[in-house]
């Protein structure tokens, strides 16, 4: 390369002169003067990274550098140090909606937020196979679900799009169906409930589902409470096994005669009679013993 009556080749310097002065030294490298003598894509990379400048096929460290709106290729991924896959990007057709991500000042939380142009977006987490998604904090950590505290809310669990348990922030537990630690309790059922090594106050436990028993039948043993419609004398009145420690309440609340009540399996008598309305009895069933009367109220016991 010749500037002026100055020839600079490969490994020299030479002056850059303007009207007869000095105003910079170029050095050039033995990659410039190969792409000089030889122009080639491959030579031009080579005198690139001879000064240190970033290039398309080389691998290069950046550092400092700010990336207003870099694009990668559908399925494309930001890797770890090792070059694994630590995230992969999942390009979607006209896509108008996606996560931010937040970081936080000292004392508060970092956050993913759902934004976009909808109105309304969720944010869905799917697993593979049979994966889940699990909380991995300590154990003194607790899910916090809703938005900001006196807020109005409803949250629901949701299988294969039917909802099968909603809490909402009045503290009220509405479900068709749903288990506590194997026990299910479905709707019109009493089930079980076990609250093991609790020794403080754990409030109250309401079971609003009851049986409607009009004239001669079966009390259930699938509610807590029976309401007893008699429609005529001494009609008969049946009661299956329960469930170890179940309760059983019994109400007669409308009086057209009178009913016997007759366990399959009891102790300490032989059966109940209901004969006016108001008249009460609570049964304890044991899986040894059958049902054995906690209490009555008006009720006479044959013994």
């Given amino acids: 390369l010749t500037i002026g009556t100055t020839a600079i080749t490969g490994g020299t310097s030479g002056r850059l002169l303007t009207s007869g002065t000095t105003v910079g030294e170029l050095t050039l490298g033995t990659g410039v003067s190969t ?15 001879d000064a240190d400048v970033a290039t398309l096929t080389g691998t290069e460290t950046l550092s400092g550098k700010t990336l207003t709106a870099p694009r990668f290729a559908d399925l494309g991924f930001v890797a770890d140090a090792n070059g694994n896959e630590l995230m992969i990007l999942d390009t979607v057709t006209s896509a108008v909606n996606e996560l931010t991500l937040a970081n936080a000042a000292a004392g508060t939380n970092p956050t993913i937020t759902a934004t976009g142009g909808d109105t309304n977006i969720g944010i869905n987490l799917a697993t593979k196979g049979t994966g889940r998604v699990s909380q991995t904090t300590g154990s003194s950590q607790v899910w916090s679900i809703g938005p900001n505290s006196g807020d109005a809310f409803t949250w629901s669990l949701q299988l294969n799009g039917t909802t099968t348990l909603a809490v909402n922030n009045a503290a009220n537990l509405n479900a068709s169906s749903f288990s506590i630690a194997g026990q299910t309790i479905a709707s019109g059922s009493f089930g079980s409930i076990t609250l093991a090594g609790n020794t403080g106050n754990f409030g109250r436990v309401i079971v609003s589902a009851s049986q409607a028993l009009s004239g001669a039948g079966a009390v259930n043993v699938t509610t807590s409470v029976t309401k007893y419609t008699s429609t005529g004398a001494s009609q008969a009145l049946t009661l299956a096994d329960g469930t170890d420690g179940q309760i059983k309440i019994v ?17 300490g008598y032989t059966s109940l009679t209901f004969t006016n309305a108001g008249d009460t009895a609570t049964l304890l069933y044991n899986t040894t013993i059958g ?11 044959t013994p």
């Fill in 251 to 267: 109400v007669h609340v409308v009086d057209g005669g009178s009913g016997v009540l007759t366990p399959t399996t009891k102790t």
């Fill in 35 to 49: 792409f000089l003598g030889t122009p080639s894509l491959a030579n031009f990379n080579t005198a690139l990274s």
């Fill in 291 to 301: 049902w054995t009367i906690l209490s009555v109220n008006g009720t006479t016991i």
